[in-house]
């Protein structure tokens, strides 16, 4: 039986790219000059450092930028809210990877409600998709597209 899976991968070779391409710039520009503004990103999160929250948000819309000229979905990153002490401001962003299971259920909620003959499997962080036709397989894929998803989804293992 035809199948396929979908997922929320990211790439991180490119935000890590995006972000070093964002410190840069904020470090050459004037009014981050002496500042001591900069971005760091571990594993799983992004961290920016700032003066005040004025420049951490100009910090931000950089980075922004550099994500969207690499064609990273933003949809990916979960911002936390902006701590401020008396030396400087510091936001965290969260990157989200892969399928939790509460936007997998709303996923297999849309595609059962689609009407098509397919069945879905939640497997982890990722949705199998099977069924006997191959067209209502690629109706699905062209249904999520079309839906408002809150991530950014990605359809492999497409199989006959």
């Known amino acids: 039986m035809p199948s396929f899976d979908i997922v929320s991968n990211l790439d991180n070779h490119e935000v890590t790219n995006a972000v070093d391409q964002a410190n840069r710039e904020v470090s050459t520009r004037f009014d981050f000059k002496d500042t001591n503004a900069r ?36 949809r990916c990153f979960d911002y936390k809210e902006i701590n401020t002490s008396l030396s400087e401001a510091k936001q965290i962003i969260e990157v989200k990877q892969g ?34 036709k191959r067209d209502d397989l690629q109706a699905v894929i062209t249904m999520l597209r079309g839906a408002n998803v809150p991530l950014p989804l ?3 293992n497409f199989r006959d």
């Open 39 to 74: 971005l760091e990103f571990a594993k799983d999160k992004i961290t920016i450092f700032a003066p005040t929250d004025f420049q951490l948000k100009q910090v931000d819309e950089i980075l922004r930028n550099k994500l969207a000229k690499r064609q990273v979905d933003i």
């Open 154 to 156: 990605q359809f492999i």
């Open 99 to 132: 399928i939790d299971s509460d936007n997998a259920k709303k996923i297999t909620k849309l595609i059962k409600e689609g009407g098509l003959k397919v069945q879905t499997a939640i497997q982890g962080d990722q949705i199998r998709v099977t069924g006997k």
